[in-house]
């Protein structure tokens, strides 16, 4: 099955500045990569997601990379706010797979803390 | 977007008693539904994927006869505890999958075997 790792598991940035996780995912079948940022207590919420045949994808402040040669994508914020602080997870899957298809597999989470 | 509605979003039971949660789709329906575990300070781990009409597909080393899981018709699945014990103190988490759009969560359940 899929297996997916995830780094750092925290991360502490000032206000203003960068942050970047990454992932790394064993299933060369995974076509979907998505990410949620899980407040304490509450549902993970999708922040973006990624698709196989898509090397980028852009969305305010937030950006996601993926190398399938390398099985590795990345999440990028830019222009931290303290509200960005949060627990961030990572995801593959295998969408439109029969059988399975759509089974979530999570990276172990990065707690971002966004100091002012 | 689609919702998913999960109930109850904590409960407190007994050792040894069971409980159950219901997970709910509310526009839309699913065939398929995954349930997850979290303890504090992981990640979400699938525990099994319901399926309308058959049997559930329990995970390796999820104990089936103790998550008990139903998914009764194509807008409810349920996940039922048995004789719960502390450590099955988490936070349970249920998912509705679409083919072309996001996963969706439901509340979660927060579960507190005393």
């Known amino acids: 099955g899929e297996n997916v790792e995830q780094h750092p598991s925290t991360l502490s940035v000032q206000e203003g500045d960068s942050a970047v996780i990454k992932c790394t995912y064993s299933d060369s079948a995974s076509n979907y990569f998505p990410w949620y940022k899980q407040e304490l207590g509450k549902r993970p919420q999708l922040i973006i997601d990624?698709?196989?045949?898509?090397g980028e994808k852009k969305d305010q402040r937030i950006a996601v990379t993926l190398n399938k040669t390398a099985k590795h994508f990345s999440l990028h914020i830019t222009e931290t706010q303290p509200e960005d602080s949060a627990v961030y997870f990572c995801a593959a899957t295998s969408r439109g797979v029969t059988g399975g298809g759509n089974k979530l597999t999570f990276g172990t989470g990065t707690q971002l803390k966004v100091e002012l | 977007g689609a919702v998913v509605s999960q109930h109850p979003s904590r409960v407190i039971c007994k050792s040894g008693t069971s409980v159950k949660i219901e997970c709910r789709s509310l526009?839309?329906?699913?065939?398929?539904m995954f349930w997850y575990r979290q303890f504090p300070k992981q990640s979400l781990m699938l525990m099994a994927t319901?399926?309308?009409?058959?049997?559930?597909?329990?995970e390796q080393g999820v104990e089936k006869d103790k998550f008990l899981i139903n998914h009764a018709s194509l807008t409810l699945s349920t996940l039922t505890v048995t004789s719960a014990h502390p450590e099955d103190s988490s936070f349970y988490i249920c998912?509705?999958?679409?083919?072309?759009?996001?996963?969706?969560f439901g509340q979660g359940t927060r579960l507190t075997v005393v």
């Open positions: 990624i698709r196989s045949n898509v």
């Open positions: 526009d839309f329906q699913a065939t398929t």
């Open positions: 998912s509705a999958p679409q083919v072309s759009t996001e996963a969706f």
């Open positions: 319901s399926n309308e009409g058959s049997k559930a597909t329990y």
